[in-house]
């Protein structure tokens, strides 16, 4: 959604690196380049004037002209900026003292409400709560078909009295403010926690839309009220949102579509002229295509800094924790990883989303939008096939893939041989290197790497300290007291006779049944 944001603000700091001092002209020609991206980004011009005043304001004052850094002093002061027009905190639902909890949504049609109702009951849901849904939209065809299957696939129930219209030229029956009502009233009586009531919208905003939502909103009088706003349609997003705000009064603003390539123009402009905070997003089709919007974070994204918090929470929601401590003692006790280790690690990471969203949230991973862009998400089921076509045993001892086995590999995986080649190739250099890191050896090219396995390394071998007297009589002394204590050391101390003592007990070693009598006395 932000790509072009984001590399037009990179390429703006990019110029600051590695200036002692920064002059009011270095300060104008960034301000300049950050107004002409926001504008590019469909951003609205009132937002942009303030936000660029402010970032102007703060880069010219002590702050940035006292700093050891002041290009990235800059970059600061920006994100800060960018935190506060984005809505400055987190902002989540303000449950009811006494559920249930009403959540009314409004929005345009074609917005994606009746999949959002879906997917935001599946969070609540995750996040202990009972749900149910209920259906206003009777004027939008097979509107109410579409949340009873959403309503099925996030395991909620529906409340859906009339089945609505199934085109638009049936005549709508029932009343969405009386099945509003009723829905509200099912829920409290079944003691369902929370209630969202999903209303019909319109191509456009008119009166009686308004009158309608307004009319639903006073008979149920919900304790939020969410704005669902596409965030793919710029300029106009600023225009819809005041008008929605005047007409329903909402408390939140949810953006659909936040996965599109649209500027984005709406995240960054809705929450600054309404003043209401942007609580969630949507970014994808699917029912966990969902997040909580975190200003902080998002802005993080925005100048390409990465959202490790984001990674870590969707970590934590997906990854098995007891696959985690397997391979975390396979790692300690210095265990080969194994291909059959990798396939379940593949598995583990497809559970947390696409692989070019997490490789976008890791700060620091030098790679590129372009290379990101052309990263191929089916290259990861290639390489999963190659070893899906592999046996248990060619699995957890690469080495016996001979030229046949590759062939049969290479058939069964729909690949090339030299496909199967490269993918064994790299995973051995990746074998090596977590064997390396297990030894204390750290990461290759780290720094400190290898000191862990040099200090095992240059302890190795090292027996007692002989100690040298200067004196020959000693000396002399000395060696025949050792040569005295060899000879007298029984032979076959190991195992055979005369090696154990006379109170030895071999159970308290836990052999085998039979095994003491290898230990004669």
Request: hydrophobic content about 40%; overall charge neutral; aromatic content about 4%.
């Amino acid at each position: 959604m932000f790509n072009s944001l984001s590399d037009r603000l990179t390429a703006t700091f990019k110029n600051l690196r590695g200036k002692g001092k920064l002059t009011e002209a270095d300060i104008d020609g960034t301000v300049r380049e950050i107004r002409r991206a926001l504008l590019d980004a469909d951003v609205a011009v009132p937002v942009v004037r303030a936000f660029v005043a402010q970032i102007k304001e703060r880069a010219l004052g002590a702050e940035v002209s006292e700093a050891l850094n002041p290009g990235q002093q800059v970059v600061k002061i920006v994100n800060e900026e960018l935190v506060g027009i984005l809505g400055g905190e987190t902002r989540r639902i303000n449950l009811a003292k006494n559920p249930p909890t009403v959540i009314m949504l409004a929005g345009l049609q074609g917005a994606g409400k009746t999949t959002l109702a879906g997917k935001l009951a599946k969070h609540l849901k995750t996040e202990g709560h009972t749900p149910m849904l209920v259906a206003c939209d009777l004027q939008r065809p097979n509107a109410v078909k579409q949340l009873q299957i959403n309503g099925e696939r996030a395991g909620v129930p529906v409340y859906a009295p009339h089945p609505g219209v199934s085109s638009e030229f049936d005549t709508p029956t029932g009343d969405p403010v009386t099945v509003a009502r009723d829905g509200v009233a099912e829920a409290k009586a079944k003691l369902h926690d929370v209630v969202i009531v999903d209303t019909a919208g319109r191509l456009g905003v008119d009166t009686e839309m308004m009158e309608q939502a307004a009319n639903i909103r006073a008979a149920i009088n919900p304790d939020e009220v969410l704005f669902v706003i596409d965030a793919m349609i710029g300029q106009d997003a600023v225009n819809t949102a005041q008008a929605f705000h005047e007409g329903v009064d909402f408390t939140g603003v949810v953006l659909s579509k936040l996965d599109g390539d649209a500027r984005g123009g709406a995240a960054l402009s809705v929450a600054s002229v309404t003043g209401k905070p942007v609580m969630f997003a949507s970014t994808g089709e699917n029912l966990d295509d969902f997040e909580i919007f975190h200003p902080d974070r998002m802005a993080s994204r925005i100048l390409e800094m990465g959202d490790i918090m984001t990674l870590i929470e969707q970590a934590e929601k997906n990854w098995d924790k007891g696959e985690a401590e397997r391979m975390a003692k396979k790692f300690a006790d210095q265990e080969d990883f194994t291909l059959e280790d990798f396939l379940a690690q593949m598995a583990q990471i497809k559970k947390m989303g696409s692989m070019k969203k997490l490789l976008g949230m890791m700060p620091g991973t030098q790679i590129s939008r372009q290379q990101l862009e052309q990263f191929d998400e089916r290259q990861i089921d290639r390489v999963e096939a190659i070893v899906r076509s592999m046996t248990p045993h060619e699995r957890n001892a690469p080495k016996i893939i001979n030229g046949s086995r590759r062939a049969r590999i290479a058939k069964g995986s729909g690949v090339s041989v030299s496909e199967v080649n490269q993918m064994l190739e790299r995973f051995t250099e990746a074998q090596k290197m977590m064997k390396k890191m297990a030894a204390g050896g750290g990461m290759p090219g780290m720094p400190g790497a290898g000191r862990g396995a040099a200090r095992k390394a240059k302890g190795k071998g090292k027996g007692k300290k002989q100690v040298k007297y200067g004196n020959p009589a000693k000396a002399a002394q000395a060696e025949l007291e050792a040569k005295n204590k060899k000879a007298a050391a029984p032979a076959g101390a190991a195992f055979g006779k005369g090696g154990v003592p006379e109170d030895f007990d071999p159970s308290s070693l836990n052999l085998p049944a039979g095994f003491e009598k290898y230990l004669g006395k």
